[in-house]
């Protein structure tokens, strides 16, 4: 029975293997690899594409899904006014904000500035001239 331990031949990746170990090289490989790899797609900033029956895109560097509330999102009202960071939870801060792009209060002061420093007439005629409320 002892014979056959030792008549025993070891295959190729075996000493490969064994010689690695004995080198101090345990991580590399002995053996190819087999089976299916995909190949890789590289996409730039705000490319759109189309994978597994969703759109993306890459925005400031982060793959994003594209969905349908993204027209809501960009819509939407946001919770803090960006000027002065009040709540904005008044009944005309999203009506202001759509148009102005801040709240009630930060148009107020901003229109009382104009008027205060006579700029009023010349702001008002240079939003006319640029389509502009």
Known sequence: MKDNILKKEFNKKDVERLRNLVKGKGTERT???????????FHKEGDIWEENGRKWTIKNGIKQNI??????????VPLFC???KSIMNKQLDSHY???????VDCTA?????????DKWKNQQ????IAGHK
């Open 97 to 103: 904000y759509k148009a102005y792009g801040a709240c």
């Open 125 to 128: 005629s240079a939003n006319l």
């Open 31 to 41: 053996s190819q690899g087999i089976g299916y790899t995909k190949a890789q797609e």
């Open 82 to 84: 960006p000027s002065c």
């Open 67 to 76: 969905t349908k509330l993204d027209k809501f999102k960009k819509s939407s």
């Open 109 to 117: 002061k901003k229109e009382t500035k104009l008027k205060v420093e």
